[in-house]
């Protein structure tokens, strides 16, 4: 009987992996100070040259660390890689545009816009899990 409890629970750890990652501070040093900040603060990381701006609502902190180490430290978070100088916080996007280009613009909660290039593009399916209306989008 406490196998048929368990078995159910074990199958549900992979999914809970990433409710609990969400509740995790992060340790971030800028400006000769460490300071913990809420992954859900951030909306943006953008390149710098060697450094990373991590955009929040209220500000922005400038880090000296590559845009792949982040992008692979907040994965787990909701971000998601949408150019090669941009990640975003998947829980800011409000909208996407499609451009003639072939390239598509988001636009976050603060009001900024990214480029979306085309071989960033299949990474805008991390941002929802559901999808309406959108079949020919979502097929690409």
Do not use: C
């Not at 501070?25 to 060697?50: C, H, Q, T, Y």
């Not at 907040?74 to 072939?102: C, D, K, P, Q, Y």
């Not at 988001?106 to 559901?130: D, F, M, Q």
């Amino acid at each position: 009987m406490f196998e048929k409890v368990l078995t159910p629970t074990l199958e549900l750890l992979p999914q809970m992996e990433g409710v609990l990652a969400k509740r995790a501070k992060m340790g971030i040093k800028s400006k000769g100070r460490i300071f913990f900040l809420d992954p859900d603060e951030i909306v943006a990381v953008e390149a710098k040259g060697n450094y990373v701006l991590l955009r929040r609502m209220n500000g922005s902190d400038l880090l000296r660390e590559s845009m792949a180490v982040v992008a692979e430290k907040l994965r787990a978070f909701g971000f998601v890689r949408i150019h090669r100088s941009v990640i975003i916080n998947a829980s800011f996007v409000e909208e996407i545009r499609m451009l003639s280009t072939g390239d598509n613009v988001v636009r976050v909660k603060s009001g900024l816009e990214y480029t979306v290039t085309r071989t960033y593009k299949k990474n805008l399916h991390a941002i929802t899990p559901v999808w309406i209306g959108t079949s020919g989008f979502g097929a690409e």
